[in-house]
Each structure stands twice: as structure tokens, then as C-alpha cells.
């Protein structure tokens, strides 16, 4: 999936992992298929978000910003009904803030704009 930042994104699972691992490249010809290089910027696609690291847990679902800039992850623990938000700066691989907790039966998470705010977007309506 090309992005607004001119990467692609996919996720790629060699067969032998638990769960799937987002990586990115901007050559989707040569990197599309090939396990992610440890360095980034090396000889191979970049991984952005590897749930494997994080004991028990699974990637729900996840949403893109506008402009591909950041990642919002949705994620279960152990199979659990209650899941954490995170998102992620995909520039820097970094999580901008701490996982919003406590969310339930979620259907997914929606970009109203392309920053990340603290409050919920209700609050400017």
C-alpha cells in the first residue's frame, strides 16, 4: 500500500513468525517479498511494527493518517477483548505518545486530520 510519505507498506510474515510484522520500503519492486534488513535504510524493506517483540500480542487493526505520516495500531493482549491504541511516527518508528488502554470492541480508528492530538476530536466540533 503506497502511503503520502513515498513509501509502500505491507506486512510480511516469512512462514515462521506468530503474527505478522508491518514493514516499508520505497522500492516495492526489489524489497516486495524479501525479509526486512535489521538496519534501516540497508538491503531489504524496514520494519515499522513487529508484534512478535511484544509478548501475546496481535495486531486488530491499524489506520493510516492522511498523509501516511502516522500509524495507529489497534492491538489485543493474549486473545483479550480489551485493546490498546498506539500510534506510531512512521519517520521514526517511535510511539508519539503512551497507548491509550481501556478500549473495547473496537471497529477501527478514524483520521479526522493529520496530527496527533491528546484530546479526542469531538472537542473542536
Known amino acids: 500500500m503506497l502511503q503520502g510519505d513515498g513509501n509502500y507498506y505491507w506486512l510480511y510474515n516469512p512462514g515462521t513468525s506468530p503474527r505478522d510484522v508491518l514493514v516499508k520500503s520505497r522500492d516495492l519492486k526489489r524489497d516486495f517479498g524479501r525479509p526486512p534488513h535489521p538496519i534501516p535504510n540497508g538491503d531489504g524493506p524496514e520494519v515499522v511494527f513487529d508484534p512478535n517483540e511484544e509478548q501475546d500480542t ?7 493518517s492522511p498523509s501516511g505520516r502516522f500509524w495507529t495500531a489497534i492491538l489485543q493482549k493474549a486473545g483479550s477483548d480489551w485493546q490498546n491504541i498506539r500510534t506510531i511516527d512512521t519517520t521514526t518508528g517511535i510511539a508519539v505518545e ?7 470492541f473496537t471497529f477501527g480508528a478514524t483520521w479526522v486530520y493529520d496530527t496527533v492530538s491528546p484530546r479526542p476530536c469531538y472537542d473542536e466540533w
Open 98 to 104: 503512551d497507548d491509550l488502554t481501556g478500549a473495547k
Open 58 to 64: 496481535s495486531l486488530y487493526m491499524y489506520s493510516w
